[in-house]
């Protein structure tokens, strides 16, 4: 979901008689995007410490972290640490802000608590079985009534179908949860002749150079059974068992290969979804793996690289529970020997087996790498489903954030393997992203400058790097329509001006932007304030109380988050706040 804020004309207010005139303007409005400087690349790193006991280790600090890109040492530019102390230390109650009615109703109610919490429940029903799926979704039902009222849930599925939006209604989402059912394209209750499963497929396109059965082990099974299901003679028929496997592994592969992109392709339209609520994100996704081959593997990083600029945790659960091998005797597994009178159906069987394992094995390391890379947990080979989602709906206990900007980085698309470890002599277990993909194109420092405004106008976090101060107010017209006026006054003591042709430049940026009771964006207005302003005029503003710019917004009763950022174009600096109000 991509964000337009729309650009409206502004109302500035200043402490005084007004600046404004036609042969020397001071402050004026326009609707034209701001310049800003360019800022480099920057790869951020969630890294997650723990130490023997498996327990969140939180005191760390940026000097006791080593970070290497390919090999080489980087300079950690950007550090921060997100506890879940810290996010609850700020949970009970929304900062107070300045709310008034311009004509005050009877009994005032106090403002709102807000949603500051966003989980989404990811359920692959492309790849769970009709079992599985109803195990993990009972476990998610059931979970469900451990949410506080401040905490706000969406289903989402990979198929697209039976989904609901974030929201506190837990009769719908349980409505929801209800109406899953699988939606597979490469599993049916038809056996296929001969039967190959997406890992097998991938393992016979991998060796497609290889004619010679006795180095081509999968082909070797699909060939077997082909012979079998089909009745074919292997003497007279081993021809056409090869091209008939070949062409089943061809066809199994594409759609192996489909589906799992499909779940990519949904996860990140997710996650721009989640970049738009403002409080913690995170995902649950519950699955039984899926497998990326070579050419997936830059889908999967640039998902990763997503969710971690979007501040969306990925958790992840094997819905398979409990994984056991069957049994199978290893010395089985050669099948070298093409008497196929020779061949039992059991050593066939082992085979198979191993491929299963080895297919769990590959499914549950994509899993694995979504939670790892996002600083998020992998629930897996656990059958208590219940507490997994528990577990790991919860807000992560300690993420560390480490961000460098890569040197002489190359617009090329090429992978870069990442390691992080500590300078500290602790047994801890780190776990942390592999990697990244080299960009293919610089950005753009004007689209970068407004991806960071925007980023802000969609977090929780206070920014002070300007002071401001936040006031709303509101007219009801009418029972069901009323005028929401955001009032933003910026003390201008710390604008970094710049001198030019005798007077003080800089441009301000303001956003303000109201969400629902849900947390959903109801509308942003972006106002621009560029200010040349004389020696005396800079004076008088700055000893006094600044600048005032209001926003309005026509908006029917009910609770409203408001959230407002200002950033200079000069400094670069940028200052955010969030207020909440309630219209009866």
């Known amino acids: 979901m991509r964000l337009a804020l729309p650009v409206g004309l502004l109302l500035v207010s200043l402490s005084g008689p007004s600046l404004l005139n036609a042969q020397t303007p001071e402050m004026v409005s326009r ?7 360019a800022r480099v690349n920057v790869v951020m790193v969630p890294v997650v410490v723990r130490d023997q006991q498996g327990r969140a280790v939180t005191n760390l600090r940026k000097e006791d972290f080593e970070l290497f890109d390919q090999g080489k040492p980087q300079i950690i530019t950007k550090f921060s640490v997100e506890t879940a102390a810290g996010r609850s230390a700020r949970e009970p109650q929304e900062p107070s802000v300045d709310s008034s009615p311009l004509e005050t ?21 492309t790849h769970l079985e009709f079992g ?20 706000r849930v969406g289903i989402f599925t990979s198929s697209g179908q039976n989904t609901v939006d974030f929201t506190d209604d837990r009769a719908r989402l349980r409505e929801a949860l209800a109406r899953l059912r699988p939606r597979s394209m490469t599993q049916n209750s038809i056996r296929e002749c001969p039967d190959i499963s997406i890992y097998q497929a991938g393992e016979i396109e991998r060796r497609s150079d290889l004619d010679d059965l006795t180095h081509n082990e999968p082909l070797l099974v699909a060939v077997y059974d082909a012979l079998g299901c089909l009745h074919l003679d292997p003497q007279r028929d081993l021809s056409t068992a090869i091209s008939i496997s ?31 609520l403002p409080g913690d994100r995170s995902i649950v996704l519950a699955s039984p793996g899926f497998l990326a081959s070579d050419d997936l593997l830059p889908e999967e990083f640039d998902l990763i690289d997503h969710a971690i600029h979007a501040s969306v945790v990925i958790n992840s659960l094997d819905a398979r529970g409990l994984w056991t091998d069957h049994d199978h005797d290893i010395d089985e597994r050669p099948l070298t020997d093409l008497h196929w009178d020779l061949i039992s159906a059991a050593t066939v069987s082992a085979e198979r087996t191993i491929y299963e394992h080895d297919s769990h094995v590959a499914a549950s390391s994509v899993l694995a790498n979504l939670a790892v890379g996002t600083g998020g947990s992998f629930f ?40 992080v470890q500590l300078r500290t002599g602790a047994k801890y277990s780190l776990q942390a992203r592999k990697g990244y993909y080299a960009p293919r194109r610089l950005s753009d420092p004007v689209e970068q400058a407004a991806q960071e405004i925007r980023d802000a106008v969609f977090s929780r976090d206070d920014l002070n790097d300007l002071p401001f101060a936040l006031h709303t107010q509101f007219f009801k017209s009418s029972e069901t329509a009323a005028t929401l ?46 200010m040349r302003l004389l020696d005396q005029t800079l004076d008088r503003l ?19 988050a408001v959230r407002v950022v200002v950033r200079d174009a000069e400094g670069q600096k940028m200052a955010a706040q969030t207020g909440a109000v309630d219209i009866p």
């Open 542 to 560: 700055q000893s006094q109380s600044g600048v005032t710019v209001k926003t309005s917004f026509d908006v029917a009763p009910g609770r409203y």
């Open 380 to 419: 897996q080979n656990r059958n208590d489903l219940s507490a997994g989602f528990h577990l790991l709906a919860a807000s992560p206990e300690c993420v560390y954030m480490i961000g460098f900007s890569p040197e002489n980085l190359k617009t090329d698309g090429h992978f870069h393997g990442l390691k």
């Open 31 to 37: 609707d034209q995007p701001a310049t800003f400087k």
């Open 105 to 125: 109703p009877v009994g005032q109610p106090a403002p709102p608590l807000l949603p500051d919490r966003y989980v989404a429940y990811f359920f692959d029903d």
């Open 246 to 276: 070949r062409s089943m592994a061809q066809k199994q592969a594409m759609l192996g290969e489909h589906e799992s992109r499909g779940a990519f392709i949904v996860l990140k339209d997710l996650i721009r979804r989640m970049t738009v």
């Open 132 to 151: 599985d799926l109803v195990r993990v979704r009972d476990a998610a039902a059931r979970s469900i009534a451990d949410l506080r009222p401040t905490d």
């Open 485 to 530: 006026t955001v009032v933003a006054r910026v003390d201008l003591k710390r604008v970094p001006f710049r001198k030019a042709e005798g007077r003080n430049r800089d441009d301000l940026t303001v956003v303000s932007g109201i969400f629902d009771n849900n947390g959903n964006l109801v509308a942003a207005i972006e106002k621009r304030v560029e």
